[in-house]
């Protein structure tokens, strides 16, 4: 336990440092997590459906902004290409990004797409955003559109997980035009919950199914 705290201490030291060789393992880690999500995308041709939601936060000008997130998409476990034996979950899915006002008062505020490589307790998700032009702007007005990315912590799937849920903490990191540096945003809890198939009897979700008996037909 003690080794797995200390990689995910490493991996967020990793992300906030401003040193050229941090910063280059960063850039290197980055790579192989969009070549493992590319190559996983493309070996997901039948796949489990997924709801991943997140609740945000930031603060700016003094004051906290709650944000969440939204979305389903396609989920499962494919081969890693460079680790014999090892599976790594991959999800890309796509929804809405919502504003709270004021406390129990939620606005969609924008649409966002993303994708994301897991394995074994932490997921690097990498997208997209748009804020809807129908309201002022709730990011930075340089933020109406761009990329997004950061570093999720979480379930250990080498530790027998039955392919149901996957949940954490985390950061992510909104960039947009002329914004330097991208705003900082954290994830308070995240979660991806496979969606039950119609027809799945109560027993067998309660009990548990492992990805590869339960595909969505294509």
């Given at each position: 336990?003690?080794?797995?705290?200390?990689?995910?201490?490493?991996?967020?030291?990793?992300?906030?440092?401003?040193?050229?060789?941090?910063?280059?393992?960063m850039r290197?880690?980055?790579?192989?997590?969009?070549?493992?999500?590319?190559?996983?995308?493309?070996a997901l041709a039948q796949a489990d459906?997924?709801?991943?939601?997140?609740?945000?936060?930031?603060?700016?000008?003094?004051?906290?902004?709650?944000?969440r997130i939204t979305m389903l998409g396609d989920g499962g476990l494919v081969e890693d290409p460079d680790s014999a034996g090892t599976e790594v979950f991959?999800?890309?899915?796509?929804?809405?990004?919502?504003?709270q006002f004021v406390p129990g008062l939620w606005f969609e505020i924008g649409d966002l797409s993303m994708g994301l490589s897991h394995w074994p307790f932490f997921s690097w998700p990498m997208g997209n955003y748009t804020q809807n032009d129908t309201l002022p702007p709730i990011l930075p007005p340089s933020l109406e559109s761009g990329s997004v990315d950061g570093v999720l912590t979480g379930t250990n799937i080498s530790e027998g997980w039955d392919g149901q849920l996957l949940e954490g903490t985390g950061t992510l990191s909104f960039a947009g035009q002329g914004q330097e540096p991208p705003l900082q945003i954290d994830v308070e809890d995240w979660s991806i919950a496979l969606v039950p198939s119609p027809g799945v009897?109560?027993?067998?979700?309660?009990?548990?199914?492992r990805l590869n008996r339960r595909r969505r037909t294509s």
């Amino acid at each position: 336990m003690a080794k797995c705290s200390g990689l995910i201490l490493w991996k967020f030291t990793l992300l906030w440092s401003e040193n050229p060789v941090t910063m280059n393992v960063m850039r290197e880690m980055h790579s192989r997590a969009t070549i493992l999500l590319g190559l996983g995308l493309t070996a997901l041709a039948q796949a489990d459906l997924y709801e991943f939601t997140a609740n945000l936060s930031y603060e700016q000008n003094g004051s906290n902004h709650d944000l969440r997130i939204t979305m389903l998409g396609d989920g499962g476990l494919v081969e890693d290409p460079d680790s014999a034996g090892t599976e790594v979950f991959i999800f890309s899915g796509s929804g809405t990004l919502e504003y709270q006002f004021v406390p129990g008062l939620w606005f969609e505020i924008g649409d966002l797409s993303m994708g994301l490589s897991h394995w074994p307790f932490f997921s690097w998700p990498m997208g997209n955003y748009t804020q809807n032009d129908t309201l002022p702007p709730i990011l930075p007005p340089s933020l109406e559109s761009g990329s997004v990315d950061g570093v999720l912590t979480g379930t250990n799937i080498s530790e027998g997980w039955d392919g149901q849920l996957l949940e954490g903490t985390g950061t992510l990191s909104f960039a947009g035009q002329g914004q330097e540096p991208p705003l900082q945003i954290d994830v308070e809890d995240w979660s991806i919950a496979l969606v039950p198939s119609p027809g799945v009897g109560l027993g067998l979700i309660l009990g548990g199914s492992r990805l590869n008996r339960r595909r969505r037909t294509s």
